[in-house]
């Protein structure tokens, strides 16, 4: 069955250091790979995804993620952390069929 | 950029009672989701829809639920007789297409008294 890990509830950074949210799946197949943010009292918003190609992808805000076969990750990156990238993060795996399986989310705050 | 649009925002319903909750997903996507999130978890998928069918849908999606496209712009999830355990927020997703990123509204908050 098709799975996602976050296992850091919680990831705490200082504005200007970068920043990683870790991420790990299982799944059968060929994996599509997705970060969403979610802020308070809004839905989730896209920041990147992972179909085929290049393992390292370039997103929204200055976000991106590196797909790593061998170890099934895929960790979300960020090279400077701004406080106002504090929110809540889902990775979400999905394979050949249409619905999307989220990790628990990983909060990340980030300190002035 | 064009929005996934979701009413009400908070719904409060008596336990027994139906509820409806409409979503006006992007206009050219073609594939629909309803997804639920119960407070402090993790994000669930309920249905997904496509071509005025069910296409896939999860074990929490039972009798009680129902889904429809009544128009060419709503897309409404119907729980028959709601119970406590349904309050949760609830959101809606659509895709132009099955293998691009789904875009999310930004939920209804469920409450059950």
């Known amino acids: 069955a098709q799975s996602v890990a976050q296992p850091e509830d919680q990831v705490n950074v200082a504005e200007g250091n970068p920043l990683t949210v870790k991420c790990t799946y299982s799944?059968?197949?060929?994996?599509?790979l997705f970060w969403y943010v979610q802020y308070p009292n809004r839905g989730l918003q896209f920041l990147l995804k992972?179909?085929?190609?290049?393992?390292l992808v370039k997103g929204s805000y200055g976000f991106e993620a590196e797909f790593n076969k061998s170890q099934t990750s895929f960790h979300l990156k960020k090279p400077s952390a701004l406080v106002s990238d504090s929110a809540l993060y889902f990775c979400?795996?999905?394979?050949?069929?249409?619905?999307?399986?989220f990790g628990t989310g990983t909060r990340l705050q980030v300190f002035p | 950029e064009p929005e996934v649009t979701q009413t009400p925002s908070h719904q409060v319903t008596q336990m027994g009672q139906e509820v409806i909750l409409r979503c006006v997903p992007i206009?050219?996507?073609?594939?629909f989701y309803w997804y639920r999130q119960i407070l402090g978890q993790k994000v669930e998928f309920l249905v997904s829809?496509?071509?005025?069918?069910?296409?896939?849908k999860s074990e929490i999606f039972d009798d009680q639920f129902s889904v429809e496209r009544p128009d060419g712009s709503n897309f409404t999830l119907k729980i028959r007789s709601t119970k406590l355990e349904d309050s949760a927020m609830y959101f809606c997703?659509?895709?132009?297409?099955?293998?691009?990123?789904?875009?999310f509204g930004d939920g209804t908050r469920l409450s059950i008294l």
């Open positions: 206009s050219n996507h073609l594939y």
């Open positions: 979400a795996v999905r394979d050949n069929t249409d619905k999307l399986i």
């Open positions: 829809f496509y071509n005025n069918e069910i296409s896939e």
């Open positions: 799944v059968s197949g060929n994996p599509y």
């Open positions: 992972y179909i085929t190609g290049d393992n």
């Open positions: 997703a659509s895709s132009e297409i099955n293998n691009q990123h789904q875009h």
